[in-house]
């Protein structure tokens, strides 16, 4: 794995300031207390980012350790902890190797990033490291991106534009997709100008990511021992899962 490294981890949060966190929390709320057994408090976040998904699931009662393997996202994220006095706890780990001896109610992963592990050995340890951090009946809320979509609709070239604070931030993202591998290699090219144009830093990115059949993850799942409860196109429940579902979401419980 290697995304959102130095230099782009400090423009993450000016680069995703349209995500609708909060909305997006609230659905992975409304989850928890629709499929949870017993009282569901303490979370575990693998892939956090910058933290923002934790920082409004704190906000609904819920006691977090929010984890990722890039240092330079959990500065970030710590950094924005400390201005909220929030107590979300942040620690560096690769979900591939979670060295950690705690039991939580439940775990969840979003914005694709189960997809960064790539192969089917490391989403497989993935799922078998969050089966065994969770307790008993404890939920893994799961988000990835869906092949038929991707194969459908995908952009090989895109850019993009956000204003910055005494400049401008431009990115332009040529995609490759590898589909024996079923995967999306994304080479970003940024840009931060300042507010005349002169160009302040340039910096590229390449980032591989993995799209999945729906089934394929049932299986996935259930090798893991979980038991599928219910899928979603991510964040609604008034729509079907179609073809042209770009993110799907999975409520699983262990078994």
């Known amino acids: 794995m290697s995304s959102y490294l130095g230099k782009y981890a400090e423009y ?9 966190y909060q909305d997006e929390a609230t659905f992975v709320h409304n989850c928890l207390q629709r499929y949870s057994t017993g009282q569901t408090q303490a979370l ?3 892939a956090c980012g910058t933290g923002r998904h934790a920082f409004e699931l704190e ?6 350790l929010a984890t990722d393997y890039s240092a330079d996202l959990l500065a970030v994220a710590q950094a924005e ?3 909220l006095a929030s107590t979300v706890a942040f620690e560096l780990h690769d979900m591939r190797n979670l ?7 439940a775990a969840y992963c979003l914005f694709d990033s189960i997809g960064y592990v790539q192969t089917n050995e490391a989403v ?3 799922l078998r490291n969050a089966h065994r951090i969770v307790r008993d009946k404890g939920l893994l809320i799961l988000e990835f991106w869906h092949a038929a979509a991707m194969l459908r609709g995908y952009e090989p070239v895109r850019h993009a ?7 401008e931030l431009l990115r332009s993202s040529h995609t490759t997709l590898h589909v024996d591998r079923q995967l999306a290699e994304v ?9 005349v144009g002169h160009v302040i830093a340039e910096f590229e990115e390449t980032q591989l990511n993995r799209y999945f059949l729906v089934q394929e993850m049932a299986l996935f799942l259930q090798q893991a021992g979980f038991n599928v409860l219910e899928w979603l196109p991510a964040y609604q429940t008034d729509k079907a899962i179609g073809p042209d579902t770009w993110h799907i979401m999975v409520v699983a419980q262990k078994e």
Not at 12 to 20: D, Q, S
Request: net charge positive; proline share 4%; hydrophobic share 30%.
């Open 99 to 105: 060295q950690i001896d705690r039991v939580f109610d």
């Open 44 to 46: 575990i976040e693998l």
């Open 59 to 64: 906000k609904l009662g819920y006691q977090i």
């Open 187 to 195: 080479r970003y090219s940024l840009r931060e100008t300042d507010t």
């Open 161 to 167: 534009r956000w204003s910055l604070p005494g400049g």
């Open 124 to 126: 497989l340890q993935v």
């Open 81 to 83: 902890a400390t201005q």
């Open 12 to 20: 993450y949060n000016y680069i995703y300031a349209n995500k609708p």
